[in-house]
């Protein structure tokens, strides 16, 4: 059973940096499909950033310019570096990888972003 555990989330104001962890119970080195989602109250879970099969990211639009997925193979994490926070950003985040044709999601860390 493949185990992700996120963390550093909290509460930030305004313009604040906040980066979040998803640390991995295997190794990540092969593992190409991965990324972090959001949801906030009352809306769907959407894709923040997501690693395609050719390495590259995507990030939704709202994030773009602001958010930076990276991945430290050494430790088996991967992280969400999320600069400019907006109270539009606030949501409950969560990291995925995917691999043999399963799915597997951590259990969401708290981000809220208010004055």
């Known amino acids: 059973q493949v185990q992700l555990v996120e963390s550093g989330g909290g509460l930030v104001q305004p313009g604040g940096s906040l980066r979040l962890s998803c640390a991995v119970s295997?190794?990540?080195?092969?593992?190409?499909?991965m990324g972090w989602y959001r949801q906030a109250p009352g809306k769907k879970r959407e894709l923040v950033a997501g690693?395609?099969?050719?390495?590259?990211?995507n990030y939704a639009d709202s994030v773009k310019g602001r958010f930076t997925f990276s991945r430290d193979n050494a430790k088996n994490t991967v992280y969400l570096q999320m600069n400019s926070l907006k109270p539009e950003d606030t949501a409950v985040y969560y990291c995925?990888?995917?691999?043999?044709?399963?799915?597997?999601w951590g259990q969401g860390t708290q981000v809220t972003v208010s004055s």
């Open positions: 690693l395609t099969s050719a390495g590259t990211t």
């Open positions: 995925k990888i995917g691999f043999g044709g399963l799915q597997y």
């Open positions: 295997r190794s990540i080195v092969s593992i190409y499909a």
